[in-house]
């Protein structure tokens, strides 16, 4: 049986270090589902479209990864991609604790496991939101994106 992992949220592509998380969630499982949220209420640099573009165009050839969009809970919609495991990034120890917590109490009630894994040292300040602010105020990001990554 494929093991589907699903790594929801709203997925930026325009880090390095989400790239890294992918390829090493791919040792742990046979697929990956990267999940885009749509969230009317957060406002955010790029589009929909723009993140899913982009997402799609640095998996394109990829097999194990596929590109989704979702507007549901994630276990819900981990659910609908028959998706065993969510796999979450973090960067700091006190993000460990609560994505711990929030992993123990999907698997009570769901039985959906949680892959937390560490973003690489070299990434861990780096966040989407940091590039995305410096992207805004016209500052050279390029040492921060995959240089597939096309920003506009």
């Known amino acids: 049986m494929k093991r589907v992992a699903l790594f929801p949220g709203t997925f930026d592509p325009f880090t390095l270090g989400h790239q890294s998380l992918v390829s090493r969630g791919l040792l742990l499982v046979d697929e990956i589902v990267i ?4 969230n009317d209420k957060k ?9 899913m573009e982009a997402i799609e165009k640095l998996y394109k050839d990829n097999p194990a990864v596929r590109v989704m969009s979702y507007d549901s ?3 819900d919609f981990a659910k609908e991609v028959n998706a065993g495991f969510i796999l979450r990034g973090i960067r700091t120890a006190n993000d460990f604790e609560y994505e711990k917590s929030i992993a123990d ?3 009570v009630l ?29 500052k050279d990001i390029s040492m ?6 096309e920003l506009y």
Request: hydrophobic fraction near 40%; avoid cysteine.
């Open 35 to 38: 999940a885009v949220g749509i």
């Open 43 to 51: 406002l955010t640099y790029f589009s929909l479209e723009k993140r």
């Open 73 to 75: 809970l994630t276990v």
């Open 105 to 107: 109490v999907n698997r």
């Open 110 to 138: 769901t039985g959906i496991e949680t892959f937390i894994l560490f973003t690489e040292p070299k990434h861990t300040h780096i966040s989407s939101s940091i590039v995305r602010e410096l992207l805004r105020y016209g």
């Open 144 to 149: 921060f994106v995959p240089k597939e990554t």
